[in-house]
């Protein structure tokens, strides 16, 4: 079974302009979630998608968005570009009404703002 | 607010040594633990998951611990090998429905083994 996919892998955009990524979750996952990846932060939940709607939302400016397809795919909208916004973007797949809620890893989108 | 720590952020051992990785969270409504291992420039990669009802588990040389009612959780790694540097990273699910996949992730360990 193939795993989570991201793309692009790589990304460089100038401050200001908008991004978006795309994530395709394991077969038959239903939840996506994105998190972003910061030497200074760590790593910080964004939101969370399940069955088209969002369920959670961290604490993050409306300049980040998110939506996901009825094939369960995500995407994440990123506007109005910071340098702060450099960051390794992770999304998460999870199996909707397994007990245990894990959560599996894509290999991420590495953003540069410059 | 949900806080995790990881203790120590580095940690450098030579190959063979047996050793202990330490997480700790301020609210203990947890549903699950999760440790996950993260290659440079790469994504996590799920090692071993705790539920809250559950004491440790096991994985190969892995081996994951958890005490909710203090908070903490150790990984023990046994006879490391080169191929085990890495960061170390542990997150918290929260215990309500609605935020079980939500993660509140720790800093990490970053873990050098020395052949």
């Known amino acids: 079974k193939a795993g989570v996919t991201q793309t692009p892998r790589y990304l460089i955009k100038t401050r200001g302009q908008q991004v978006t990524l795309s994530c395709s979750p394991i077969?038959?996952?239903?939840?996506v979630s994105w998190y972003q990846q910061t030497p200074g932060q760590g790593l910080q939940f964004l939101f969370e998608?399940?069955?088209?709607?969002?369920?959670n939302k961290g604490n993050f400016p409306g300049r980040f968005s998110g939506r996901q397809f009825s094939n369960s795919r995500s995407e994440m909208n990123v506007s109005t570009l910071e340098l702060g916004d450099s960051a390794l973007y992770l999304c998460?797949?999870?199996?909707?009404?397994?007990?245990?809620?894990?959560?599996?890893f894509g290999p991420g989108t590495r953003l540069t703002v410059t | 607010k949900q806080e995790v720590t990881q203790i120590p952020a580095a940690l450098s051992v030579p190959e063979g040594e047996n050793l202990v990785l330490n997480c700790s969270f301020t609210?203990?409504?947890?549903?699950?633990l999760q440790w996950f291992r993260q290659d440079p420039g790469k994504g996590l990669t799920s090692l071993l998951l705790?539920?809250?009802?559950?004491r440790e588990q096991t994985s190969g040389r892995l081996n994951a611990s958890l005490d909710k009612s203090s908070g903490r959780s150790t990984l023990y790694i046994a006879a490391s090998q080169p191929g085990d540097s890495a960061t170390y990273l542990c997150?918290?699910?929260?215990?309500?429905?609605?935020?079980?996949?939500?993660?509140?992730f720790g800093s990490g360990t970053r873990l050098q083994v020395q052949p």
């Open positions: 077969s038959g996952h239903r939840s």
């Open positions: 705790i539920q809250s009802s559950q």
């Open positions: 998608y399940f069955s088209e709607t969002q369920r």
């Open positions: 998460a797949s999870s199996l909707a009404g397994a007990r245990t809620y894990e959560q599996y």
């Open positions: 609210d203990s409504a947890i549903y699950n």
């Open positions: 997150a918290v699910a929260k215990a309500m429905d609605t935020g079980r996949r939500a993660l509140t």
